[in-house]
């Protein structure tokens, strides 16, 4: 543990961003279950509807910096090609 107050008030700062990094990326992970399930059951309705809320998170998560650009690129990407296959 730190002495010096600065140091303690990062650990505090870092550990709560932390907590949020988690959570947002857990969200994510949630919406693109909720979208390939969509596609599973054949819903187009259903899964635009995922798609789209998958593609403004993960620009909304590259934007924070909890994703980086290219990642994001390469999940929006896949999750196209598996709407267009349907």
Not at 64 to 70: E, P, Q, V
């Amino acid at each position: 543990m730190p002495i010096i107050k600065s140091a303690i008030k990062r650990v505090k700062i870092a550990e709560r961003q932390r907590l949020k990094n988690s959570a947002y990326k857990s969200k994510v992970k949630t919406l693109i279950k909720k979208f390939e399930n969509s596609l599973n059951s054949e819903n187009i309705e259903d899964a635009n509807q995922s798609y789209h809320q998958c593609i403004s998170v993960l620009d909304k998560a590259a934007q924070k910096g909890i994703f980086a650009k290219n990642t994001v690129s390469r999940k929006k990407s896949l999750l196209a090609k598996k709407l267009k296959n349907l």
